[in-house]
Structures are given as C-alpha cells and as structure tokens.
C-alpha cells in the first residue's frame, strides 16, 4: 500500500463546513433604502436554481411554518395574504427570516423587512395589499445590466411615488391589467406573473397620472421619509422605548391649547393621539408621517430621538381629504340584508352550489365577515359545497379511469404499444399521468392486452 493511503486510512477528524439547500444569493441594496424585500429575495433564489418559486414555497419555506399550509401541488397560504406579512414586523415575517436564513446559511435577512420597527410602529396599515414598482427603475436596472428587483420601499402603504423619479408607483401590468401580489407562483422580478410581460413598459401618460389624489409634494415627503427609516434602521435598535409618545407630548405642550384642537391638526382622533401619549398605543406609519409633515420634522427623530426647544420646526398644513385617502376605509354592511342573501342562495338549487367565498365577493364584503357574524347559515353553505365536490371528484376520478382505459384499448386494437406519450395526446383536457388513478388504469390495461408496464420490465432486468 502506498504511502499516501496509509495516511488516508488513519482515523482523521475532518469538520466539514456546513452545507446549504439553496444558494446563499447576497441581498441587494443592503444598508441602503432600496434593499431588497425578503419576498424579492426567495423569489431571486429560486430563480437562481431554474425553479419557479411554488417549488421552493410548498417544499422548503412552507413546511417549516407553524401556521402556514401548503401541498406539493402549488396550494400554499403563502400564495395569499400572507405573502404581504412576510415583509411586515409580524410573527409572519420573523419566522419567514428564521426559515430562509437556515435554507441559505445567510445571515441577517431581517435587514430585507420591518421587523427593526417592531414595538416602534403599529403593524396595522403597514405594506401594499398587491406589488408595486417604479418603471423607470426597472428600465434603468435593464439597462446598466443591474439585478432586477423588488425594494422593500415599494412595499410600504404610504409609499406611492418614487422618491428618485418622482413618478407614481404602478400595480397594474400594462399587458394583461391584473395585479398580483409580492410572492406568485410564477414570479420573476420585473416581469408580470400572469402574462410574463415586462413591467418596465409603461405609457408615459400613465406615470404623469395623479398619485392617487394626495399632493404631490406630500407624496414626495412620505417616500423620502420612509426611504431614510428604512436606510437609518440601525437608530432604532440604540432608541428609548416611547421616543414617539415623549415626542408627541412635547409637540403637544408646545402647540396644543387642547387635546382636541391638536387632533384636528394632526386630523386624529383625540381618543388615538392621547392613547400615543400615553403609551397606550403605537402609531401607524402614516400617523408618524403626518405629523412629521405637519411639524416640520423627520420621521426618524420622532421614533428614535428626541425633540427640544432647538428643533427647527417648520411644516406645512394639510387638507383633510389628503389624509382621508391615507387612512384604511371602513365598509358598514347592512346586517338583515346580507342575511337575507345568505338565506336565499341557501335556498336556491343552483348547479353547481355557490361556496361562502363567492357569495362574499357578490355582496362586497369578506368571507370571514359573513362567517363571523352569520356562523348558522354559512356553515350550511360550507357543507352543501364541500358536499357537492366531494362527489363530483369521485365522478371526475371515475370519468378519467374510463377514458384511459378506453383510449389504452383503442391504441392496443391497432397492434401499436400504448406507451404514456401516445396515451397523452389521446386523453381529455385537464387529465395527466400524476393522477394515481390514471397510471393505475393504464398499466391495467398493459396486461390486459398482454403488454409489460415499465415496473414489470425494471424488475425483470
């Protein structure tokens, strides 16, 4: 034996580094205002692998969460509303990072969500309901051959213009007209996850159109405030517990004869601003804008420094009908109505039967609104749906067993070999071979024709 095996067979301690799942892909934008949201960043990942991001969703990042579900099929919770959370200072996103970090073996990713706000800021009214970008950015990056992606700054709520080219951020793809929320199925930075358009191409009329009714200049504020929150997050970490409600009380002293004339200046209600003061309550980021604009101050001084008689203070007023816009719109449901509709599609014997979820968007309202408040009849609804789809999948299964069976016979009768791609172009629209039922009838009908399936065949070798 050599020398150099000798050597080898000696019993050596070797500590191998430890290995991740998914590519430790560098965030971008890190320390700075556009770093990139963590939704951008799993998305990125599982582009980075030639997956479409449901892979790495339902199979990975999904089946460590405690509360979120998802199937190997594409299903997950985070296709949802979740998705939203992810960027948040929620439970939601901290989890998100816990579980990427340990997929990627990279550290800090809470730097790519608002969890650094956590305890500073209310959750409530934080992000976008659906994806939001800046054309012009997205070109400049195709252009210089920069990575494309999705800053956290286009997720917050208050954000809707872009602070480097002043125009209105968009949620609608310019070729389809759908919106679709930070984390899809399908999703590829910079391109629509519906159609696979780029985003970047938008009308210029388009992005000269209004920001959504609010001034322009006050629009500018909030995105250049909430671009240097996001790039001094470092502050908050080092700041005093109660920076915004000692600020608050300071301001109020200053200028407010009473409570409810210094609430009609910051256009809140008395009962919120004393619950601020009194550290009863967290501010929401518009609040903390709003009050920044009034005042002449920067956001980051009210939740992490402190205010004194040298502060320059220098704002400017605002209309009602600015904040009005701001502010999450609170819809009063007339309760007899919706529950005479609830009974009257209870009674009807519509084919098929309508689930809760429809019958929420047909009276415009949300499915847990009628579940909540209406338990008795929506329950009924449920069961009459699930019912109905019960059976019908036992008659979809039954229908797909029959076809292949037949189309299996009709390729044998012609002393050709069925084999799966002749079996395909043969079946009916929405059957596959990942049907367990499917394959089981094909191969059935192999021996009953006297054909091998494959199994038989790998055995046999």
Same mark, same amino acid.
């Given at each position: 034996?050599?020398?150099?095996?000798?050597?080898?067979?000696?019993?050596?301690?070797?500590?191998?580094?430890?290995?991740?799942?998914?590519?430790?892909?560098?965030?971008?934008?890190?320390?700075?205002?556009?770093?990139?949201?963590?939704?951008?960043?799993?998305?990125?990942?599982?582009?980075?692998?030639?997956?479409?991001?449901?892979?790495?969703?339902?199979?990975?990042?999904?089946?460590?969460?405690?509360?979120?579900?998802?199937?190997?099929?594409?299903?997950?919770?985070?296709?949802?509303?979740?998705?939203?959370?992810?960027?948040?200072? /929620?439970? %939601?996103?901290?989890?998100?990072?816990?579980?990427?970090?340990?997929?990627?073996?990279? +550290? *800090? &990713? $809470?730097? @790519?969500?608002?969890?650094?706000?956590?305890?500073?800021?209310?959750?409530?009214?934080?992000?976008?309901?659906?994806?939001?970008?800046?054309?012009?950015?997205?070109?400049?990056?195709?252009?210089?051959?920069?990575?494309?992606?999705?800053?956290?700054?286009?997720?917050?709520?208050?954000?809707?213009?872009?602070?480097?080219?002043?125009?209105?951020?968009?949620?609608?793809?310019?070729?389809?007209?759908?919106?679709?929320?930070?984390?899809?199925?399908?999703?590829?930075?910079?391109?629509?996850?519906? /159609?696979? %358009?780029?985003?970047?191409?938008?009308?210029?009329?388009?992005?000269?159109?209004?920001? +959504? *009714? &609010? $001034?322009? @200049?006050?629009?500018?504020?909030?995105?250049?405030?909430?671009?240097?929150?996001?790039?001094?997050?470092?502050?908050?970490?080092?700041?005093?517990?109660?920076?915004?409600?000692?600020?608050?009380?300071?301001?109020?002293?200053?200028?407010?004869?009473?409570?409810?004339?210094?609430?009609?200046?910051?256009?809140?209600?008395?009962?919120?601003?004393?619950?601020?003061?009194?550290?009863?309550?967290?501010?929401?980021?518009?609040?903390?804008?709003?009050?920044?604009?009034?005042?002449?101050?920067?956001?980051?001084?009210?939740?992490?420094?402190?205010?004194?008689?040298?502060?320059?203070?220098?704002?400017?007023?605002?209309?009602?009908?600015?904040?009005?816009?701001?502010?999450?719109?609170?819809?009063?449901?007339?309760?007899?109505?919706?529950?005479?509709?609830?009974?009257?599609?209870?009674?009807?014997?519509?084919?098929?039967?309508?689930?809760?979820?429809?019958?929420?968007?047909?009276?415009?309202?949300?499915?847990?609104?009628?579940?909540?408040?209406?338990?008795?009849?929506?329950?009924?609804?449920?069961?009459?749906?699930?019912?109905?789809?019960?059976?019908?999948?036992?008659?979809?299964?039954?229908?797909?067993?029959?076809?292949?069976?037949?189309?299996?016979?009709?390729?044998?009768?012609?002393?050709?070999?069925?084999?799966?791609?002749?079996?395909?172009?043969?079946?009916?629209?929405?059957?596959?071979?990942?049907?367990?039922?499917?394959?089981?009838?094909?191969?059935?009908?192999?021996?009953?024709?006297?054909?091998?399936?494959?199994?038989?065949?790998?055995?046999?070798?």
């Amino acid at each position: 034996m050599s020398k150099t095996l000798e050597i080898w067979d000696e019993a050596i301690n070797v500590e191998f580094p430890p290995r991740s799942r998914y590519h430790a892909l560098v965030p971008v934008g890190l320390g700075t205002g556009m770093v990139e949201s963590l939704t951008s960043h799993i998305t990125r990942v599982a582009r980075s692998h030639f997956l479409p991001p449901w892979v790495l969703v339902t199979r990975d990042l999904a089946t460590h969460f405690q509360t979120v579900k998802g199937t190997c099929n594409g299903h997950c919770d985070l296709f949802a509303n979740s998705a939203v959370s992810l960027n948040g200072e /929620c439970e %939601t996103a901290r989890e998100g990072v816990r579980i990427m970090e340990s997929l990627t073996l990279r +550290r *800090g &990713l $809470d730097e @790519l969500t608002m969890t650094a706000l956590s305890g500073i800021i209310s959750p409530a009214a934080l992000l976008h309901l659906h994806e939001h970008w800046c054309p012009q950015c997205l070109n400049e990056w195709r252009k210089h051959g920069s990575v494309v992606y999705a800053p956290l700054l286009w997720q917050i709520r208050a954000v809707v213009m872009c602070p480097h080219h002043l125009c209105a951020l968009q949620y609608h793809c310019p070729h389809c007209g759908r919106s679709h929320l930070p984390l899809a199925r399908h999703g590829n930075p910079g391109h629509c996850p519906w /159609c696979q %358009t780029w985003l970047g191409a938008m009308p210029a009329k388009q992005l000269n159109e209004p920001h +959504r *009714g &609010l $001034d322009p @200049l006050f629009a500018q504020f909030m995105a250049k405030q909430v671009l240097d929150l996001i790039a001094d997050r470092s502050r908050f970490a080092a700041s005093v517990a109660g920076s915004f409600a000692a600020n608050a009380a300071w301001l109020f002293e200053r200028f407010g004869g009473s409570l409810s004339g210094f609430a009609r200046e910051l256009h809140h209600h008395p009962k919120s601003v004393r619950f601020w003061i009194d550290k009863r309550q967290l501010p929401r980021v518009y609040a903390v804008l709003v009050v920044a604009y009034r005042y002449g101050v920067k956001a980051v001084d009210l939740l992490s420094g402190s205010l004194h008689a040298s502060s320059q203070l220098d704002g400017q007023t605002l209309s009602t009908e600015t904040t009005a816009k701001l502010k999450p719109r609170l819809h009063r449901h007339n309760q007899e109505f919706l529950r005479l509709r609830l009974e009257e599609a209870l009674k009807r014997q519509t084919y098929p039967p309508q689930s809760v979820a429809s019958l929420a968007r047909e009276l415009g309202c949300h499915c847990s609104y009628l579940q909540r408040k209406f338990p008795d009849v929506t329950s009924q609804i449920s069961h009459r749906f699930r019912q109905y789809w019960s059976i019908s999948k036992q008659q979809r299964l039954f229908f797909a067993e029959l076809i292949t069976k037949s189309r299996t016979s009709e390729i044998a009768a012609r002393g050709e070999y069925p084999s799966i791609s002749k079996v395909k172009r043969t079946l009916l629209k929405g059957m596959s071979f990942r049907m367990p039922i499917v394959k089981e009838a094909w191969r059935e009908t192999l021996r009953e024709w006297g054909f091998r399936s494959p199994s038989i065949r790998r055995d046999n070798a």
